[in-house]
Nanobody, 125 residues
Framework: QVQLLESGGGLVQAGGSLRLSCAASGRTFSSYAMGWFRQAPGKEREFVVVITSSGHTAYYADSVVGRFRISRDNVKNTISLQMNSLKPDDTAVYYC??????????????????WGQGTQVTVSS
């Protein structure tokens, strides 16, 4: 397992941008798929985006395609999520996660065993 620490959440107006970061501990970071999931009040935690261990492939939820972009640095053991054109519906606690997955399995949070503590993103209308 890896330990994960998110940063970068905050309050932003609709249409604005935020950048989330996640720092991972451990020497096996590059072997994990990394992703972001989010949970709004009263709702289940949902998939946002996952990037494969190599960084060559990313899977995005339909709701964020064209607005969010994930990246990873396997030297610094970090991932980032650039969020643009934010909407009030993006308001949630965002969690960084590490796991092992391939293809459609990357959409399933059950394949992610390590989680950060979460960072709040609030988008005002």
């Amino acid at each position: 397992q890896v330990q994960l620490l998110e940063s970068g959440g905050g309050l932003v107006q609709a249409g604005g941008s935020l950048r989330l970061s996640c720092a991972a501990s451990g020497r096996t970071f590059s072997s994990y798929a990394m992703g972001w999931f989010r949970q709004a009040p009263g709702k289940e935690r949902e998939f946002v985006v996952v990037i494969t261990s190599s960084g060559h492939t990313a899977y995005y939820a339909d709701s964020v395609v064209g607005r969010f972009r994930i990246s990873r640095d396997n030297v610094k053991n970090t991932i980032s999520l650039q969020m643009n054109s934010l909407k009030p519906d993006d308001t949630a606690v965002y969690y960084c996660a590490a796991g092992v997955c391939a293809g459609d399995g990357c959409y399933d949070r059950a394949n992610f065993r390590s989680w950060g503590q979460g960072t709040q993103v609030t988008v005002s209308s």
